[in-house]
């Protein structure tokens, strides 16, 4: 997994002929969870992860970019991506994030842009699922705000559950990721993902339709 963190704050997502929900929330929290029932009550997911997955395939320029920057062995045997390696050597060094940002950060947020504007007048709103939407300043780049929210007992059980870190890798993860509080404060919205798919589901199908309501007007 490649830690992503954005650094263009003068990104202009703002466009009025789609209605934008920025979906955020810490590690573990179910964001994809969320993402995938949006998606089948045809609502188009944009998910800055995936596009960064995307852009370092193999034979992609940012790979080759990213080998020229940091040499050969960050792929691995087969040629491809070796992401934890590539994510202990960036984790503890500002140095070398920055780095990896420089490459990769403008080829995501161009990415981004263009799928928005593909569903211009196709759909009524789109979904950017963007983690660290609020700790990157991307705010001002969507129309609404969608918090994805867990207590944190259960945070750390799921990512141990899912990735197998201990208590503190996950820590250190959330202290890269802005505090609790303050994405709550930040958000229009918020979705509690502690009881289970059914419920999530129909707190996804109460949002989905103040969506539409919202985009119509």
């Not at 997955?53 to 691995?76: C, K, S, W, Y």
């Amino acid at each position: 997994m490649i830690l992503i963190i954005f650094t263009c704050p003068s990104l202009n997502l703002v466009d009025k002929t789609i209605y934008k929900i920025g979906l955020t929330g810490g590690i573990g929290s179910g964001k994809s969870t969320v993402a995938q029932v949006f998606s089948t009550l045809g609502v188009p997911i944009i998910d800055a992860d995936t596009i960064a997955r995307e852009l370092v395939a193999p034979n992609q320029p940012a790979l080759a970019e990213i080998v020229q920057i940091f040499g050969p062995e960050v792929l691995d045997s087969k040629g491809t991506l070796n992401r934890p390696y590539l994510h202990q050597r960036i984790f503890s060094d500002e140095q070398e994030k920055r780095k990896l940002e420089t490459i990769l950060h403008p080829k995501i947020i161009k990415e981004i842009y263009h799928r928005v504007r593909q569903y211009i007048g196709i759909k009524p709103y789109c979904i950017l699922v963007i983690p660290l939407l609020l700790e990157i300043g991307l705010e001002k780049s969507v129309d609404r705000i969608l918090v994805v929210d867990i207590p944190k007992s259960l945070q750390f059980e799921r990512v141990k559950k899912r990735n197998g870190f201990s208590n503190e890798k996950i820590q250190s993860i959330l202290y890269t990721q802005c505090a609790q509080a303050l994405r709550l404060s930040a958000a229009d919205d918020c979705l509690i993902n502690s009881q289970g798919l059914i419920t999530l589901a129909e707190q996804i199908n109460c949002y989905h339709q103040y969506y539409l309501s919202l985009a119509k007007g």
